[in-house]
């Protein structure tokens, strides 16, 4: 089984509500990595699994071009949390991009991670089946609820 959801980890809240890591979601640095169908992503991993370059978010199953879309992914801009309605909490960020000569393929969603928090991860992000750009700009749209939601 691979990609099938989008998920926030479980543990990544289990961390925040026992005090056992500090998340800053508007002003920790993040990164969105790329990777293809190889991964089984589930958000119910150890901290530890959840990190950049440990299991399934290993580089050999990353997607990334130098100079285009960085290996270990690349950096969220414009980082918010608001609560657009009652009950939702949602955290954004700009869409992402790649430079403009980008040949990626076989990109089926990525691992949003904390650079500032040991590259712990906080979501994953399914993209609905392969995606990918010849000779163009690679662009993550996020959706308009948000990198992660949740609800209360």
Known sequence: MAWTA???????????????????????????????NTPTPSKDVTAANTVYNV???????????????????????????TTPSSGTVQWNAANTASGGAATLANVYGCLVYDTTRSSKGICFNYFGGTTGVASGTYTVVWPGTGIAQWLT
């Open 6 to 36: 989008s998920n926030v980890f479980r543990q990544m809240m289990a961390d925040i509500l026992t005090a056992a890591q500090v998340y800053d979601l508007d002003t920790d640095a993040y990164k969105a990595a790329l990777y293809n």
């Open 55 to 81: 299991d399934q978010w290993v580089t050999a199953n990353e997607v990334f071009q130098a100079g285009q879309w960085a290996q270990g992914g690349v950096a969220l801009a414009s980082l918010s949390v």
